[in-house]
C-alpha cells in the first residue's frame, strides 16, 4: 500500500518587506516585524514561505555579459533566506518574470514591479526578426497589448533571459547552505499559466468570457506553420475548415466573419475546434518550455532534489453558461474545447497537465492551484468553483503530480465559508497535497486566518482524523410584502428600491441567502388556473443580482393575525366554495379547524380536509417549481407551511378565538371530520370493541359514534384528565398522530414534487413552533405544547424533558429522507421565566436539539419575535444555542426590517456569521 502524502502548509510572503511604511525605503523596523511574523509561523507549524523574486529588483537596470552569472543583486533575498532558515521555515523562491503589484488592501501599500525597462531595447535590438515593442507582448481581439508579462511566441528570446536570472540565483544560494525544498516558476500573468484574457488591459475581465491574446505578428505566423503542419496544402486547409483562403497571408484569426463564440462555434465548427487546439497548444508547449527549462537548471548540486511548482488559475466562471459553456477556460489558453465540452469534467485538465509536464518530471513537480477557496455560484458568473477544484485535483494525482491548494483573493479567506471550502479541498474529496495561503499579512490583520489555518495544521499535524468545522449558515427572513412598510399599503419604486438596498448590506455581511414567503392567496388570487408569478420574478431577479440565495417559503397559509403581521393576504378566498361544489357533502366549517369554543379558523385549510386540498398544494408546487426552475441552483432549500403561521401546529393561540398567547389554548378538533376521524381512531385502537373502550374511559356509550370531544374543555386540563386519564390520553395521542400524519403528507409530496433533475438535491424545510410558556405550570404542565398538538401526554407529564420531541421527531421524519430534510425551530432567543406564563424557552431550545442530534436530524433555529434583536440578551442567548455541541445548524433572523431598523442587530448579526458562519 502507498503511504499517504505528507501534506504542506505554506505562506506567500509580501512582495517587499516594507510592510508598513509610506515611503520607499526599507527600514530596520520592516525586517524586525518580519521576522516576528516568521517566528509565529513556526510556532503554528508552517512549513515554507514561498518567497516571490522580482525579476526588476534583482536586474534592475542592464543586461550582464553573455555567460556572466554575477551583476545580480541578491542581498534582499538572501536576508530574507537566513530569516527563515533561522526560525526553521523552508525558503521557496518565486521567479517572477511578470508585471507584479500590491494593493493597499494586501500589503498595507502600493508597490509596482514591471518587467525590467532595459528588457524591450535589449530584446528588439539584438533580435532583427522583432520588429516592433507589440511583437513581444500579448495583443487581443480589440487591438490592446498587455505590459504584463511577455508574450510566448517571444519564448526564443526570452527563456535565455529567463535561465540567466536562475543561474545566477543557483550561484549565489548553492554556497550559502540554506535547504531549498521547492523552486516556483511563474510562467505568465500574475504567475499563472494562461493567457491575459481577463486582466486589467481590455474589457476582458472576471467574469466576462475573457479576449483571446493572439492577436500579434509572431502569434499569427505561428498559426499559418501550425495550420501547415496540422494540414499539408492551402487547399486541404480550406476544406478542413470550411474556409476559402486565396493565400496563406490571407489566413485569419478569430474575427467578425469568423467569430467563434457566436453559436458555440469554438465547439462545434471545423474552424473554432481548429483554432482552440491551436491556441491551447501554444500556451501548454511554452509552459513545457519553461518547465524543462527550469528542471535543466535545478539537476545537480544541492538543487537536485528540490521539487519545481507552477501555478494554474482556477479559471471557475462560464463553466455552466448554456450560452458559452467553458468559454473562460478557452480564452485562457488552459483547456482545449472539443464537441462534448460542457459543465462536467472530460479530463480536459488531464489532458493538459499531461502536455505541460513530460513523465520524467511528473514525481518533482508541483501543481498550484488558485481559487479554491471558492464555492459553486451558477448566479453568479456561471461559477463552479468547487467542482473545478476537484477536477484539476483528480488530473494531478492521476499523472502522480503533487497538488497544492491557494486562495484566489484576499477577501476569500477573511470568513468562515472560504476557510470551509478549503479544508473540504484538503480532507474531503479532492485531497489537496498542501494549503498556500496568500497574502503572509493576512495571517496576522484577522483572527480569522490565523485560527483557522492554525487549526488546520494542529489537528492534522496530531493525526486525528480531520474533522472539518461545522459550517453555520445564516439567513434572514424577507418583509411579509414589499408593500408592508408602506401606510398606503401600495407598492412603490421606492420599495423596490429598498429592498435592493437591504440585499446589498445582506450580502455585504455574508448572509448565505434570504427567505420569502411566497403567498398562496397572492399568486392565484383570480382562480384555481391563474397564476400570477410578477412579484416573485421581480424579487428573485433582485436577489440574484445581488448574489445572494433564496429560501422560498410555499405559504398555503394566511398571512395576518399573529405576532407583528404587518400584512393581510387571505389564502385564496375561492377555494372554500370551489372545495364545497366539488364535494356536496361538505359544509363550510367541515374545512376550517373550529375550537372547543365554537369558533372557527380560516388561516389554514383543516389538516381533516387534507384529501380535497392536497390536490391543489400539489398544483401550486408544480406551477412553482417549472417557474423558477432555473433558479435551482440558487434556492438554498424549498420551505413548505403547514399550518397557521407557516409552522406544524394547530391554530391553538390564534386569535380566532380566546386563545392568545400565553393562555392554555383552545383544542382545534370540533369539526365533523374530525370527531368522525377521532371516532375511527378510538374503534381502530381499541379493536372495535365498546365494551374494552368503557372500560378504559370509564364510560358507557352504546356506539362509537356517540364519542365527542371533551364538552367541558375547562376540566378536561384543569382536572389534568388530559395526561391523567385514559380518555384524555387517547385524544391527545390521536390529536398528536393526526398533526404528524398531516406533516408527513405534506413532506412526502413536496418531496415527490421537487425530484425533478433541477431540484433533487435542494432540501426540503418545514417550521415547528416553540410553544415554550405553561412547560412549568404546576396546575397544567405542558398543556400549551399539548393543545398546539406537538406533543403527547403520559403519566408523567411535567415541566422537565421526557424525549417527548424526540418521540415527535422519530414519528415525522422518515428515516430515508432524513438527510434532504430540514426541520426550523423557533425562540432562540428566549430565556427560562417561570414568572412570566411558566415560560421554559431555553429548556424548550435544548430539548428540540437534543433529540434532533441523537436522530441525526438537520435542525436550524429562528428568534420567535424582534423583541430581542436589539439587546445583548437576545443574540447571546442564540449564541449559545448555536454554540452546544448538540446545536442547531443554522440561523434564520425575523424579519429583514427588524434586524435593519438598528444598527445593533445587524453587527452582533455580522459578528455571529464572521465567527461560525
Not at 473562460?328 to 465540452?341: F, N, R
Not at 494531478?396 to 484576499?410: D, S
Request: net charge negative; with cysteine; glycine share 6%.
Amino acid at each position: 500500500m502507498t503511504a499517504p502524502r505528507r501534506k504542506t502548509f505554506e505562506v506567500t510572503a509580501p512582495l517587499s518587506v516594507r510592510l508598513y511604511n509610506d515611503d520607499t525605503i526599507l527600514r530596520e523596523d520592516d525586517w524586525r516585524l518580519f521576522e516576528i511574523w516568521t517566528r509565529e509561523l513556526a510556532n503554528m507549524g508552517v512549513d515554507a514561505v514561498i518567497v516571490p523574486i522580482s525579476w526588476a529588483k534583482v536586474e534592475p537596470e542592464y543586461k550582464i555579459e553573455d555567460g556572466s552569472v554575477i551583476g545580480f543583486k541578491w542581498e534582499y533575498y538572501q536576508h530574507i533566506a537566513e530569516i527563515l532558515q533561522n526560525n526553521r521555515i523552508s525558503f521557496v523562491p518565486e521567479f517572477c518574470f511578470h508585471f507584479q503589484a500590491a494593493d493597499v488592501q494586501m500589503e498595507n501599500f502600493n508597490y509596482v514591479k514591471p518587467i525590467p525597462e532595459w528588457v524591450w531595447g535589449y530584446l528588439l535590438s539584438n533580435s532583427p526578426e522583432l520588429e516592433r515593442v507589440s511583437d513581444l507582448k500579448y495583443v487581443s481581439e480589440t487591438g490592446d497589448a498587455s505590459f504584463e508579462s511577455l508574450s510566448l511566441w517571444a519564448d526564443k528570446y526570452t527563456i535565455p533571459l529567463y535561465r540567466s536570472v536562475m543561474e545566477s540565483f543557483k550561484y549565489t544560494f548553492s554556497s550559502m547552505g540554506i535547504p531549498i525544498p521547492k523552486i516556483m516558476i511563474a510562467m505568465g500573468t500574475s504567475g499563472e499559466l494562461r493567457y491575459p484574457s481577463f486582466d486589467s488591459h481590455d474589457w476582458g475581465g472576471y467574469p466576462n468570457r475573457g479576449t483571446l491574446q493572439c492577436y500579434s505578428n509572431p502569434a499569427f505566423k505561428s498559426w499559418q506553420y501550425w495550420l501547415q503542419a496540422e494540414y499539408g496544402t492551402l487547399e486541404e486547409t480550406n476544406k478542413a475548415l470550411g474556409q476559402s483562403w486565396e493565400s496563406w497571408d490571407n489566413v485569419s484569426l478569430p474575427n467578425e466573419q469568423n467569430d467563434i463564440f457566436s453559436n458555440r462555434g469554438y465547439m462545434n465548427t471545423a474552424y473554432g475546434l481548429a483554432f482552440s487546439k491551436w491556441y491551447n497548444h501554444e500556451l501548454l508547449s511554452h509552459g513545457r518550455r519553461m518547465l524543462e527549462m527550469t528542471f535543466d537548471v535545478f539537476q545537480e548540486g544541492v538543487f537536485s532534489r528540490a521539487k519545481i511548482g507552477f501555478r494554474i488559475s482556477g479559471v471557475h466562471w462560464k463553466i455552466s453558461d448554456a450560452v458559452m459553456p467553458r468559454a473562460a477556460e478557452i480564452t485562457s489558453g488552459i483547456i482545449a474545447a472539443h464537441p462534448d465540452l460542457s459543465m462536467s469534467d472530460h479530463k480536459e485538465y488531464y489532458k493538459s497537465l499531461k502536455a505541460i509536464v513530460p513523465q520524467e518530471y511528473r514525481k518533482r513537480t508541483v501543481l498550484h492551484v488558485t481559487c479554491i477557496e471558492k464555492e459553486n455560484k451558477d448566479f453568479k458568473g456561471f461559477s463552479r468553483a468547487e467542482d473545478l477544484s476537484i477536477w484539476i485535483a483528480n488530473a494531478a494525482h492521476k499523472l502522480g503530480i503533487r497538488v497544492v491548494a491557494e486562495n484566489g483573493t484576499y477577501g476569500g479567506i477573511l470568513d468562515n465559508a472560504g476557510w470551509n471550502q478549503l479544508e473540504k479541498s484538503m480532507f474531503d474529496v479532492a485531497s489537496y497535497d498542501g494549503l498556500n495561503i496568500s497574502p503572509l499579512k493576512a495571517i496576522f490583520d484577522d483572527t480569522i486566518v490565523k485560527e483557522r489555518m492554525s487549526r488546520m495544521i494542529e489537528q492534522y499535524r496530531s493525526q486525528e482524523a480531520f474533522v472539518p468545522k461545522p459550517q453555520k449558515y445564516f439567513r434572514v427572513m424577507g418583509p411579509l410584502h414589499l408593500s408592508a412598510d408602506n401606510p398606503r399599503g401600495i407598492l412603490t419604486y421606492d420599495n423596490w428600491r429598498e429592498f435592493d438596498r437591504h440585499l446589498k448590506l445582506l450580502k455585504d455581511a455574508n448572509v448565505e441567502a434570504i427567505s420569502i414567503d411566497v403567498w398562496w392567496g397572492m399568486v392565484q388570487e383570480q382562480g384555481p388556473n391563474h397564476f400570477n408569478w410578477d412579484y416573485y420574478d421581480r424579487l428573485i431577479h433582485l436577489i440574484q443580482l445581488n448574489g445572494l440565495n433564496w429560501v422560498p417559503i410555499l405559504s398555503f397559509h394566511q398571512a395576518g393575525g399573529n405576532v407583528n403581521d404587518n400584512f393581510t393576504q387571505w389564502i385564496p378566498v375561492w377555494l372554500w366554495g370551489e372545495l364545497m361544489q366539488k364535494n356536496p357533502h361538505l359544509s363550510l366549517s367541515d374545512l376550517q379547524y373550529v375550537s372547543e369554543s365554537g369558533d372557527t379558523s380560516v388561516e389554514y385549510v383543516s389538516l381533516w380536509a387534507d384529501a380535497y386540498v392536497m390536490p391543489y398544494y400539489q398544483r401550486f408546487m408544480e406551477e412553482f417549481r417549472d417557474r423558477y426552475d432555473s433558479y435551482a441552483n440558487m434556492t438554498s432549500e424549498v420551505n413548505i407551511s403547514m399550518g397557521p403561521a407557516g409552522e406544524l401546529r394547530y391554530p391553538s393561540y390564534n386569535a380566532h378565538d380566546w386563545g392568545n398567547y400565553p393562555n392554555r389554548g383552545t383544542l382545534q378538533c370540533y369539526s365533523r371530520l374530525a370527531v368522525e376521524d377521532f371516532q375511527r381512531y378510538v374503534k381502530f385502537q381499541y379493536s372495535e370493541d365498546l365494551d374494552a373502550l368503557n372500560a378504559q374511559w370509564e364510560t358507557s356509550y352504546i356506539s362509537f359514534e356517540e364519542i365527542t370531544m371533551p364538552r367541558d374543555s375547562d376540566s378536561f386540563f384543569e382536572k389534568q384528565y388530559y395526561f391523567k386519564s385514559a380518555m384524555g390520553k387517547d385524544l391527545i395521542a390521536w390529536y398528536n398522530q393526526s398533526l404528524i400524519d398531516h406533516g408527513k403528507r405534506i413532506t412526502k409530496l413536496a418531496l415527490e414534487v421537487f425530484s425533478n433533475e433541477s431540484y433533487e438535491k435542494v432540501p426540503i424545510g418545514f417550521k415547528i413552533a416553540g410553544i415554550h410558556w405553561n412547560i412549568s405550570n404546576p396546575q397544567m404542565p405542558r398543556v400549551s405544547e399539548v393543545t398546539a398538538g406537538l406533543i403527547k401526554s403520559h403519566d408523567h407529564l411535567n415541566g422537565l424533558d421526557q424525549r417527548e420531541y424526540l418521540e415527535m421527531l422519530h414519528a415525522l421524519v422518515d428515516k430515508e429522507n432524513k438527510e434532504r430534510l430540514v426541520v426550523h425551530f423557533t425562540c432562540l432567543e428566549k430565556y427560562n421565566r417561570d414568572y412570566e406564563a411558566y415560560s421554559r424557552a431555553e429548556d424548550l431550545v435544548r430539548w428540540m436539539a437534543e433529540a434532533a442530534y441523537d436522530l441525526k436530524i438537520n435542525l436550524a433555529g429562528e428568534n420567535a419575535t424582534p423583541h430581542e434583536l436589539n439587546s445583548n440578551e437576545g443574540w447571546s442567548q442564540m449564541e449559545r444555542a448555536l454554540k452546544r455541541v448538540k446545536t442547531y445548524n443554522g440561523l434564520t433572523i425575523l424579519r429583514l426590517n427588524d434586524l435593519l431598523a438598528t444598527e445593533y442587530g445587524f453587527n452582533r448579526l455580522r459578528e455571529m456569521i464572521k465567527e461560525l458562519g
